[in-house]
């Protein structure tokens, strides 16, 4: 078969086909009585495997060897070749990801493109005091909502994430739902950032999404959600901030929290039910008892006082001062102003 049809018949033009041949990557088995190149079924063959390497990246070189050895085993250069076309794919999104953003910041001239780039630069500069930097000099100015939600949910210095978070507080609707939506994501680290970050949005625009978090997965994810849910006035969030203080996990926050759910809303039965319970179940165990009498002490002295007075009579000194100090302090205001005695 003459060059013309193999080209016709392969999709591989004589002009690759002549480079082939120079190369020894394909080389035609025979030539007619006028010098012609003349294709074997095999070389149609050979051709049909080298545009088969060729498109899984392999380099003409790369198929040559492999096609040149018998003992030549695939597993190692199939790695690379997947590690760079991962590469590749990533950089191929960042800069998808970056003409989005510019697009979406709506430039009205090269001076505004201009800007969003320098902006994209100071947010994922290397040094951390850099970026910190640009999103507070830049948060005047307006930050696009996909970038500064991008970045909340990606930066992993605390003191370049508080000043995101600080920033997403001030942002746009749009933004904020970019971030809340992260409470979704597979990696566990961007639905911590996430969770954190809308935890410090004002409004109950982000609550369903805090609510939600409460069954994640992760622990970490689940308490940060609580404490903002019971900071908001949720009683979804009792069960683990209860947990959170016999685990001594961020016990403090976690008492203040359904203190101020107690206090403020009309859960204070509900609370006090559960650190009852939770009483209940670890009453041999001296230190959850004393981070729970502790928490007794966030309570409206109404539903929790004769608690306290059982608890004052408790084994462990430290958990009967607690107790016995609170319900002087309830009995002492009662008694300045009988007025204040539901305190």
Same mark, same amino acid.
């Given at each position: 078969m003459l060059i013309g049809e193999v080209a016709r018949r392969s999709g591989v033009s004589t002009r690759m086909l002549r480079h082939y041949d120079a190369l020894g990557l394909v080389r035609p088995t025979g030539r007619t009585t006028g010098g012609y190149r003349?294709?074997?079924?095999?070389?149609?063959?050979?051709?049909?495997?080298?545009?088969?390497?060729?498109?899984?990246?392999?380099s003409l070189r790369q198929i040559g060897r492999a096609l040149a050895d018998p003992g030549f085993t695939p597993s190692d250069l199939l790695g690379d070749l997947i590690r760079w076309a991962e590469d590749r794919l990533e950089r191929e999104r960042e800069l998808l990801d970056r003409l989005r953003t510019?697009?979406? *910041? %709506?430039? $009205?001239?090269?001076?505004? =493109? &201009?800007?969003?780039? !320098?902006?994209?630069?100071?947010?994922?500069?290397? *040094? %951390?005091? $850099?970026?910190?930097?640009? =999103? &507070?000099?830049?948060? !005047?100015?307006?930050?696009?909502?996909?970038?500064?939600?991008?970045?909340?949910?990606?930066?992993?210095?605390?003191?370049?994430?508080?000043?995101?978070?600080?920033?997403?507080?001030?942002?746009?609707?749009?933004?904020v739902a970019i971030v809340a939506s992260g409470v979704y994501a597979e990696d566990v680290e961007v639905r911590r950032r996430a969770v954190l970050a809308v935890a410090e949005v004002p409004g109950d625009g982000v609550t369903p999404a805090l609510v939600d978090a409460l069954d994640d997965a992760d622990p970490t994810v689940r308490r940060y959600a609580a404490v903002a849910v019971g900071a908001r006035g949720g009683a979804a969030a009792v069960p683990i901030l209860v947990a959170m203080v016999v685990e001594g996990t961020n016990d403090v926050e976690a008492a203040e929290t359904l203190g101020t759910l107690a206090w403020e809303s009309h859960d204070a039965d509900l609370v006090m039910t559960a650190l009852v319970d939770a009483l209940e179940a670890h009453a041999t165990d001296v230190e959850v008892r004393r981070r729970l009498t502790q928490a007794l002490v966030e309570m409206p002295g109404t539903v929790a006082r004769d608690v306290l007075l059982r608890s004052a009579d408790d084994d462990d000194r430290v958990v009967a001062l607690i107790a016995s100090t609170q319900v002087a302090t309830l009995d002492d205001r009662s008694h300045r102003d009988p007025g204040d005695a539901v305190l």
């Open positions: 003349e294709y074997s079924t095999e070389d149609i063959r050979r051709i049909f495997h080298v545009e088969s390497l060729r498109s899984l990246g392999l510019v697009d979406a *910041s %709506a430039p $009205s001239g090269w001076q505004d =493109v &201009l800007r969003i780039v !320098e902006l994209m630069h100071g947010l994922t500069a290397p *040094s %951390a005091g $850099s970026r910190q930097r640009s =999103v &507070l000099t830049s948060a !005047e100015e307006g930050v696009p909502a996909g970038l500064l939600a991008g970045q909340v949910l990606a930066e992993s210095d605390p003191h370049v994430a508080g000043a995101l978070r600080w920033a997403l507080a001030r942002a746009g609707d749009e933004a």
